[in-house]
């Protein structure tokens, strides 16, 4: 009889059942309530990178990948000039250089600002051509032992496509105001007459790069310029030939600030490229991670294609 009766007691009554859905429901609450607060104290670390502190700070700034004008990076360069509380900066360098107008505003950039307070730059695993034309306006470059630094030099590139627009039928024609507008020309080998125009640009270009690495690197001409036929070297060469002043990085580029009548300890902030927020931080690792799962990330070039006068080192 009594077990008739617990046969036919609804589950909803029974009390062990009841326990069990309670506590369920507490536990998805308390899930719930835990990702919000990780979320939150994410958003709040992450977004706290976003702010410049209120009181004296050493300025990071960030050069990565390809060199290219910016006109954000100049503001951040002049607001740096006229803010106070910035008592030293520090330039992290991780390029292979890029184009020589970038690389040039880039130097210029650094060299003003270098008069108003003491900058260095410190070169990570790759500070060549445009790159370590911006090291040397610093006033102290610090390296790796086996970071690449180097490749003093400017070239110019282009594309001869003519013998395989010949094989697929397709010619082109073009209409100019003189004989080396336009040119070189996908279409035709290039002609000693636009070679040489080109070759003067280029030395001319060089000429001003070997210029500034011998005047900022106390250099002689010749030595410079022996150092000068493109070659990249490490960090241990580099400081032997005079390329950069010390081995080390980020906490050996501080020391030297510090030993710049610099307050000690003060707190690095990155200004260049600002830090992301939270939300936006949030929305790009969405998007990579959308990409990846549709296959567009493997669609991407492998080397960013540059045409035209650079300072680039590239494997």
Do not use: C, H
């Amino acid at each position: 009889m009594q077990d008739q009766t617990q046969e036919q007691t609804p589950q909803n009554q029974n009390p062990v059942l009841r326990a069990l859905r309670r506590s369920r429901g507490r536990w998805r609450l308390f899930a719930v309530l835990a990702i919000i607060g990780t979320i939150v104290a994410l958003g709040a670390r992450l977004n706290s990178e976003f702010f410049t502190p209120e009181k004296d700070y050493t300025a990071l700034i960030v050069i990565e990948g390809v060199i290219v004008s910016d006109p954000s990076r100049l503001a951040v360069f002049k607001s740096l000039e006229e803010d106070d509380r910035v008592k030293g900066v520090i330039i992290r360098i991780n390029s292979p250089g890029g184009t020589t107008a970038g690389g040039e505003e880039l130097y210029e950039a650094i060299s003003i600002l270098r008069e108003q307070k003491p900058v260095v730059a410190v070169i990570n695993e790759l500070g060549a051509s445009a790159a370590y034309m911006s090291a040397i306006a610093t006033d102290r470059v610090f390296a790796r032992r086996l970071s690449i630094v180097g490749s003093i030099g400017v070239l110019f590139q282009s594309v001869d496509a003519s013998g395989l627009l010949d094989t697929i039928g397709i010619d082109f024609d073009k209409v100019a105001s003189g004989p080396l507008k336009a040119e070189p020309d996908l279409n035709e080998a290039m002609s000693d007459e636009v070679r040489a125009s080109l070759q003067a640009l280029v030395d001319d270009s060089f000429n001003w790069f070997v210029d500034i690495v011998a005047d900022r690197r106390g250099l002689t001409r010749t030595a410079t310029m022996a150092l000068s036929d493109g070659r990249i070297v490490n960090g241990r060469v580099a400081l032997n030939v005079g390329l950069i002043d010390e081995i080390g990085g980020q906490r050996e580029a501080i020391d030297w600030l510090e030993g710049q009548d610099i307050e000690k300890d003060l707190p690095v902030w990155q200004v260049y490229p600002r830090a992301e927020s939270f939300e936006e931080r949030f929305i790009r690792l969405l998007g990579e991670q959308a990409s990846s799962v549709i296959g567009l990330n493997r669609a991407l070039p492998a080397k960013l294609p540059l045409d035209g006068l650079i300072s680039f080192w590239q494997l």
